[in-house]
């Protein structure tokens, strides 16, 4: 009956404005529900975590979400989840309901915390977009959209090629949603996270007492759990060739064989890939397999960087902007200097660095931005994304009066989008930075 509930349009909108946020497991504990305010504090958009099994889901999610699985018992309890990244801890109630007297769905309530950090953290992105999660309005990728749409319709499989932060993944998840529709599964895995001895058990899921520490009740891996909608393999050019020959198996014949388990299931999965690799050099070095390349590049999509399109920067960032208002007490308004600037500036970073300007500004400026409140980068002067003078990053961040906690959180964000932009993959970049592939990911999604 709840099950059936979660399905209908009217009661999600219902959900939607609790401010409570509300996750809905079903009996195998797979993730069949959240509602916006579970969005926010999980930071994952449902479209991604419905379908995910409730480990995963823990995994991806910067609220620690393990003890709401823990103990069959029905009833209700409360339990304590934590932030991954944050000290501090949020009571949440977990209802375990039975159905003829066994644990059937169970439902986790909790109030998100209202902290300037949880807002700054959780809502930039969804404040400028406003729109949900919706792409904002470019023109010059519209007939990508278009385009990948009728990709997906046709079943033609699509490789998205771009450098990082062009919005490859915002754009399939747009192609998903008007192709095969919100409410079915989109799972986004991101190959390059996944250990190479985890990759066949995450994958294509284990049967029960697959190996030494799976679960007793077996676990449905990606694959199957975008079972009738989509599954992005994100960052595929770093998948290790002993991965590439597996998928390319279940690519060719569409079954799975979860490990442990002695029969094959056929999945229907819509497949689509992306990298910011230039796939077809490594098929030329022989580091990618060329017969899995023309699997999935059926449909290559190159997504331009935002720099491509600077007629469109004034339009997209007043957009930004105008958003933001609409969440703020105060307007912000960008000085004349300002605004030049921000127009002027090339944006290696692309989007997810024009996004991360605009809530720098937000957290900086109370009415006016003025170019003292733009990153050290853009404040040199000329336009471009020239370094500004060598002491002068420094001297900014030493005296631009935010806290200790905010200045070396900007001064990490700089490294990490340096050090992504230098390296030839984020696995490179983790291990240049000196850090898991993990954390990586968490940190450039805040
Ligand atoms: N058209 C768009 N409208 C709104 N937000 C966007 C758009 N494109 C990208 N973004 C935002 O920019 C950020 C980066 O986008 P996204 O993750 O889709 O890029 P990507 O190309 O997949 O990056 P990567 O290669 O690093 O995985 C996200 O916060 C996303 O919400």
């Known amino acids: 009956m709840l099950l059936d509930l979660c399905q209908d349009e009217g009661f999600r909108q219902f959900c939607d404005v ?5 996750i809905v497991f079903d009996e ?6 959240l509602n916006k305010a579970a969005e926010k504090a999980t930071g994952l958009h449902r479209s991604i975590a419905c379908g995910y099994s409730a480990e995963a889901l823990s995994a991806r999610s910067r609220l620690g979400l393990k003890p709401l699985l823990a103990g ?5 309890r409360s339990v304590m989840l934590r932030w991954r990244d944050e000290p501090g801890e949020i009571a949440a109630s977990l209802h375990v309901l039975s159905k003829s007297g066994l644990p059937s769905l169970r439902v986790a309530l909790f109030q998100p915390p209202a902290t300037a950090l949880a807002r700054a953290k959780s809502d930039t992105t969804q404040r400028l977009l406003r729109n949900d999660s919706l792409p904002l309005y470019q023109r010059r990728l519209e007939p990508l959209i278009e385009f990948g749409v009728r990709a997906f319709q046709s079943r033609r499989r699509i490789l998205l ?5 062009v919005g490859k993944t915002t754009l399939v998840m747009q192609m998903h949603r008007q192709a095969i529709g919100a409410d079915q599964p989109f799972v ?7 250990s190479e001895s985890l990759f066949e058990a995450e994958m294509f899921g284990y049967e029960r007492g697959a190996f030494t520490g799976a679960l007793a009740s077996g676990k449905p891996g990606f694959i199957e759990a975008a079972s009738g909608g989509t599954l992005f393999l994100d960052e595929i050019g770093d998948m290790p060739s ?3 020959a597996k998928l390319l198996k279940f690519l060719e014949d569409g079954c799975i064989q979860p490990v442990g388990g002695v ?3 056929s999945v229907d999965v819509f497949v689509v890939c992306a990298t910011n690799r230039d796939l077809a050099e490594d098929v030329r070095k022989r580091t990618f397999r060329e017969d899995l390349y023309f699997r999935i590049a059926m449909i290559p999509l190159t997504v331009p960087p935002l720099r491509e399109y600077r007629d469109e920067l004034p339009g997209l960032i007043d957009t930004m902007i105008a958003n933001l208002n609409l969440t703020r007490a105060r307007r912000l308004v960008l000085s004349a200097d300002c605004r030049r600037r921000m127009v002027e500036h090339s944006y290696p970073g692309n989007m997810r ?3 991360g300007v605009i809530g720098r500004l937000d957290l900086l400026a109370d009415e006016v931005a003025g170019v003292e409140h733009l990153p050290p980068q853009m404040q040199g002067g000329g336009g471009g994304d020239r370094p500004s003078a060598p002491t002068r990053d420094a001297e900014e961040e030493a005296t631009d009066g935010r806290p200790l906690k905010q200045r070396v959180r900007a001064y990490e964000r700089r490294l990490i989008d340096e050090a992504v932009r230098a390296a030839p993959s984020k696995r490179q970049a983790a291990r240049a930075l000196g850090i898991d592939i993990a954390s990586l990911l968490r940190k450039l999604q805040e």
Request: charged content about 20%; some cysteine.
């Open 263 to 265: 029969r094959q299931k």
């Open 18 to 22: 609790l401010n409570e946020a509300v």
């Open 28 to 33: 195998e504990k797979n993730v069949v529900a």
């Open 353 to 355: 660095e024009l996004i």
């Open 72 to 76: 069959d018992a029905v009833g209700h």
């Open 188 to 194: 986004h895995v991101n190959c390059s996270s996944i």
């Open 161 to 165: 090629l771009g450098e990082t932060g």
């Open 242 to 244: 002993s991965q590439q």
